[in-house]
């Protein structure tokens, strides 16, 4: 009997006893195949999978997943009920998911387009990663197959949808799949352990990199050079995925050793210098502390993610010369633009509670988030615009609810309504919920 199930046929859900008409291949691999279905007017995606001698076990772990019901972050493309066949049909079981819409795309091909995404939407993929796992792993749940088939991102929103979930299971327990070859923690490549937390946020400090540095943090010369027929012989694939990725990984840019460097013409090289001090410590941290200490400990977690990749998304601007989409890194003060290669001026910044910087380039906003600590959607408050009559120089707009009062340098004490705009310069703010001051800048 075929083990696929093909378009027009109809499939029973377990759950609510509705019926779905499958339509439409839209993925295939070597577990099986999805397809779109309809459930009435609504459509909606069917994993159908090929029987296999663990076939039991893994169904239980899904059933379990749709037994939990909403998924623990939205970004989760969740199992949402089992299905069976409704009349004769192939062996095998499947799962009902939402159908991810058309604006989502893998990662590789944001990445590789010719227009790249702005630096805001690359951090803000990157905190909406770290957020979904976050959720994930609160609930004692863990992840485990990290790729780039797996997360797709909608470019234009910055929104990502996390696949294939249901390779995700409860710490320490049944395990059917360990991971995706170079995405893998050393030692689950050394089977030394299995799929958890901690291997999972080795995974994703693996793919954050790609995100922002736009290759593999363990991928360089050294690597390279071991693909060699030199000598009449060479490793296996597998040899040396366990070698480079398992053994003896060293990170790219490690600061001790340069051996496996990223070779010449690598666009690693390039990105890598973009980032701000603050951020490329972390990765270092994550590729060799964390390469090491497979612990909570050891590697970075989401906590300390979320608080780079905001402050990151709150360092852009652009160069006052060139127009070129820059950081702020106030621990290289005076470095070059990327772009025109002249020294980057001090940008006007907005100093907020609990130590955060918001450079007040055209573009950036201030959120509720930046005054309260808040979760959840942000509401924003404020915008910076270009200033109508002094090219180079901004205006914040107040876009929120309340009057802002306001006491530049040297100036009387002025409020601020909605819809009006001030010029930024050194001045105090209150916003009602907290107050903060602007530093004009040298720029």
Known sequence: MDTLIVPGQRMRLL????????????GAGGQGVVHVVQLGEASFAVKWFRPNLRQEGFRACIEALVRRGRPPHEAFV????????LDAGPEGFGYLMRLVEPRFVPIPQVLNERQQPSFRVLATIGRELVEAMAA??????CYRDFSFGNVWVDPATAQIAVLDNDNIGSEGGEVFVKGTGRFMAPEILRDEALPSTVTDLHSLAVLLFFVLVHGHPLLGA???SSYTWEGGGHLTELELLLEHFGRDPLFVFDPTDAANRPVPGDRMLVWWELYP????QVFTRAFTVGLRDAT????????VWRRVLLRLHDSVWSCPRCGAEVFHDPDRRGSPCWACRLPLPVPPLLHLPNGRELVLGEGAELTDHHLTGGRGAPVVLGRVEAHPGRPGQVVLRNVGGR????APDGETLKAVHPG???????MSLDFGPARAWITAGDG
């Open 15 to 26: 759950g609510s006893g509705a019926i779905v008409t499958v339509g439409r291949r839209i």
């Open 78 to 85: 969740w199992p949402i009920d089992l299905v069976e066949p």
């Open 136 to 141: 994930l792993h609160a609930t004692g749940l």
């Open 222 to 224: 050294r690597v390279d």
């Open 277 to 280: 001090e603050f951020v490329r």
């Open 296 to 303: 909570l400990g050891g590697r970075v977690t989401e906590g």
């Open 403 to 406: 009057a802002w009062r306001v």
């Open 420 to 426: 009006q705009r001030l010029g930024v310069r050194a």
